[in-house]
């Protein structure tokens, strides 16, 4: 990152700690703690082991559910892409899913399937997965039909022409899937541990609900945005970078 870009973030992260701290002063209520309280907190539970193992669990349905929804939505948003009477056929299908609400969906899984883990993964795929599906298959309408042309004249096999033609013209879209996915699917993780989990990030913020705890439900949020920015950070953005070299 260019100094002057860190620089830039470390005065907009410290003036957003300034403004909720003077906040906080102002109101001098329970219902918004300071930063320092908040902190205090955050370290107390990491250093008790609770946030780790609450957190790790969450990161693992997280992951799984990421990469379903990405792997899937890929292969379905391209195939829809790239056939027009598919596209519409299954059409009406990705407006009724887009358009379900999530809440809903999580609680039929759980009926269906039962208060059990693979409920709750189906349950975030499924709200994911038609987001991912659209964005691919708009990108797989624009691919460049003379790179596809010459390919076939150069007699590329079909995994040499997904792999060095195909999916670097999807890139830009699978990059915007993918991070506009991962905020997406941990909010629904939460919702999902909230409604039908025993423990999990989701299980203890509705457990500090019901204590009426701000503190640590602000604790517990606070850790899962600088895990989740570490994420953006050290995975997506060098992935970014590395694969827009070829430019």
């Known amino acids: 990152m260019p100094r002057s870009s860190f620089l830039n ?3 907009s992260l410290g003036l957003l700690l300034l403004i909720w701290q003077l906040t906080a002063f102002i109101i001098n209520s329970p219902v918004l703690p300071s930063p320092m309280l908040v902190f205090n907190n955050l370290i107390d539970a990491i250093q008790t082991g609770e946030l780790l193992q609450h957190l ?3 990161l693992y349905r997280l992951t799984i559910s990421f990469f379903l929804a990405m792997f899937l939505g890929t292969a379905i948003g391209l195939i829809l892409g790239q056939h027009k009477s598919l596209n519409v056929f299954f ?3 990705l407006i009724i899913l887009l358009n379900v609400p999530a809440l809903v969906t999580i ?3 759980y009926i269906w399937f039962g208060l059990v883990e693979t409920a709750a993964i189906i349950a975030v795929v499924v709200n994911k ?3 991912v599906i659209v964005t691919i298959r708009e990108g797989a309408r624009d691919l460049d039909n003379q790179l596809m042309e010459m390919a076939k004249a150069y007699q590329f096999s079909r995994y040499k022409t997904l792999f060095h033609v195909i999916l670097p013209q999807l890139y830009p879209y699978i990059m915007a899937s993918a991070r506009t996915g991962l905020a997406l699917i941990w909010k629904i993780v939460l919702v999902v541990e909230m409604l039908g989990r025993s423990d999990g990030m989701g299980f203890q913020i ?3 609900f019901q204590l009426f705890d701000i503190t640590s439900i602000m604790a ?3 850790s899962f945005i600088i895990v989740i920015q570490l994420i953006e950070v050290a995975i997506l953005k060098p992935l970014d970078q590395r694969s827009q070299r070829w430019k």
């Open 220 to 222: 517990y949020t606070v």
């Open 107 to 109: 609680i039929l899984c």
């Open 206 to 208: 509705h457990l500090f």
């Open 129 to 131: 997965l038609p987001n």
């Open 91 to 93: 059409d009406s299908w």
């Open 56 to 58: 790790g669990i969450t």
């Open 9 to 11: 973030s470390t005065f």
